[in-house]
C-alpha cells in the first residue's frame, strides 16, 4: 500500500521498544496479538516469539454416549467405574487445536465505535483483514478463519477502543461444517448458489433490502433470528472474502458504515457483533460457498426457551426492520 495508508507489518518481541517509537506516529491500523488467546498458537506463526498458553479444544459426540451403553438397567455402581475409565468409553475425547489469535485496532484516535472512522479508515481495516487472512491461508495447517467485532459490554467487548479480532484454527468447526453441508447440498439439488438465488430473490421482492451498490446488498434476512439482525453479501459470487479487489474493498467500507450507523441511530444504547462468515481456506465448495457479513445486534436475551428449543423469538419483523434502518441511512 501507499504510504498514506500504511500498515504496521507485525513485530517480534525484541523489536517493540525501538520500531514502535519510530512509527507511533504513522500507524494508521495495527494488529497484535492478542494477550489473552483463545487459540493456543501455531508453530507457524509470526510471532512465535510470544508463548501463548491456553488452548482451546475440541470435543466430539462420542459413538458410545448413543449406543445405549450407559441407560437404564445398568447397575449404577457399574456404571461409576465404567466412568472412571474413560479411554474405554470416549465419553470425554478431545484433542488439542492450534491456530492464532489477534486483535485489528482500528485507529490510533481513541474512538469506540468503527463509525467515528471515516469510510476510508474503514477500508484501510479491511485491508488489514485481508492481508491478515492471506498470510495464515498460507499456512496448510490452519483450516479456516473468523472475524469478529464485539461492540458494547452486552457483546462481549471488554475495551472501548474500536477494534476487532481474528481467529484462526486448525480445524472447521461442527456449526460451520454444517453450514457449508447445506450450501453444497442447494447447490447439488438446485445447481446454483443458495445466497446467489437469495439475493436475487430479494431485489425482486424489496421488502428486506435496507442499501444497494454496484457490489453490495443490505438486507434482513427472511425468518432472522434476532431484532435488526442484518446481513452485507457481495453481488458477485465469492467464496472467501480476502480475494475481494480493491474497488470492491472501497465500497464494502462505504456500506458498512452506512449501515451499522443507521443500526446506532436507531437503537442508540444497542450493542452489536459483527463476524466475517468466509469459506475454510482448502476445502471448500467454489461453486456454492458464499462468504457474507452478519450483524446481530443484541437487542434481546436468549431465554430458556430458545436454550432448550433452538427456537428463537423475534419481535421484529425483518422487512420492519428493514424500512427503519432505511430512514437512518445517510
Given at each position: 500500500p501507499s504510504s498514506d495508508h500504511e500498515l504496521t507489518r507485525p513485530l517480534h518481541r525484541g523489536q517493540y521498544a525501538k520500531e514502535l517509537a519510530a512509527?507511533?506516529?504513522?500507524?494508521?491500523?495495527?494488529?497484535?496479538p492478542n494477550k489473552f488467546p483463545a487459540i493456543g498458537h501455531s508453530?507457524?506463526?509470526?510471532?512465535?516469539?510470544?508463548?501463548?498458553?491456553?488452548?482451546?479444544?475440541?470435543?466430539?459426540?462420542?459413538?458410545?454416549?448413543?449406543d445405549g451403553s450407559l441407560v437404564a438397567g445398568v447397575h449404577t455402581q457399574s456404571v461409576a467405574l465404567a466412568v472412571e475409565d474413560a479411554d474405554?468409553?470416549?465419553?470425554?475425547?478431545?484433542?488439542?487445536?492450534?491456530?492464532?489469535?489477534?486483535?485489528?485496532?482500528?485507529?490510533?484516535?481513541?474512538?469506540?465505535?468503527i463509525t467515528a472512522l471515516p469510510a476510508e479508515q474503514i477500508e484501510i481495516v479491511l485491508q488489514a483483514y485481508r492481508m491478515r487472512l492471506l498470510h495464515w491461508r498460507a499456512q496448510q495447517n490452519l483450516q479456516c478463519a473468523v472475524i469478529f467485532k464485539n461492540f458494547g459490554a452486552d457483546a462481549g467487548a471488554s475495551l472501548s477502543h474500536s477494534h476487532s479480532q481474528l481467529i484462526c484454527l486448525d480445524f472447521v468447526p461442527s456449526d460451520l461444517k454444517r453450514m457449508h453441508q447445506r450450501l453444497?447440498?442447494?447447490?447439488?439439488?438446485?445447481?446454483?448458489?443458495?445466497?446467489?438465488?437469495?439475493?436475487?430473490?430479494?431485489?425482486?421482492?424489496?421488502?428486506?433490502?435496507?442499501?444497494?451498490?454496484?457490489?453490495?446488498?443490505?438486507?434482513?434476512?427472511?425468518?432472522?433470528?434476532?431484532?435488526?439482525?442484518?446481513?452485507?453479501?457481495?453481488?458477485?459470487h465469492r467464496c472467501h472474502f480476502e480475494e475481494l479487489s480493491l474497488d470492491e474493498l472501497r465500497d464494502l467500507?462505504?456500506?458498512?458504515?452506512?449501515?451499522?450507523?443507521?443500526?446506532?441511530?436507531?437503537?442508540?444504547?444497542?450493542a452489536y457483533n459483527y463476524v466475517f462468515q468466509t469459506s475454510p481456506f482448502h476445502r471448500y465448495h467454489p461453486e456454492a460457498h458464499h462468504w457474507r457479513l452478519r450483524v446481530i445486534p443484541r437487542l434481546s436475551k436468549v431465554a430458556g426457551f430458545e436454550w432448550g428449543s433452538d427456537c428463537f423469538i423475534n419481535t421484529t419483523k425483518p422487512e420492519t426492520a428493514a424500512e427503519v434502518l432505511r430512514s437512518f441511512l445517510d
Open positions: 512509527q507511533e506516529d504513522r500507524w494508521k491500523v495495527r494488529v497484535v508453530a507457524s506463526s509470526v510471532f512465535e516469539t510470544h508463548a501463548f498458553q491456553s488452548s482451546l479444544y475440541r470435543e466430539p459426540v462420542p459413538s458410545s454416549f448413543l474405554n468409553l470416549h465419553l470425554f475425547r478431545r484433542e488439542k487445536a492450534t491456530g492464532c489469535h489477534e486483535v485489528v485496532i482500528e485507529s490510533p484516535n481513541h474512538v469506540d465505535s453444497t447440498e442447494h447447490h447439488e439439488k438446485y445447481g446454483t448458489c443458495y445466497i446467489c438465488q437469495m439475493v436475487l430473490e430479494e431485489q425482486r421482492a424489496k421488502e428486506r433490502i435496507i442499501a444497494e451498490s454496484e457490489h453490495f446488498i443490505v438486507l434482513c434476512p427472511f425468518a432472522s433470528r434476532f431484532p435488526f439482525a442484518f446481513s452485507l453479501l457481495p453481488k458477485r467500507a462505504a456500506m458498512m458504515r452506512s449501515s451499522l450507523l443507521a443500526l446506532e441511530r436507531a437503537q442508540p444504547s444497542a
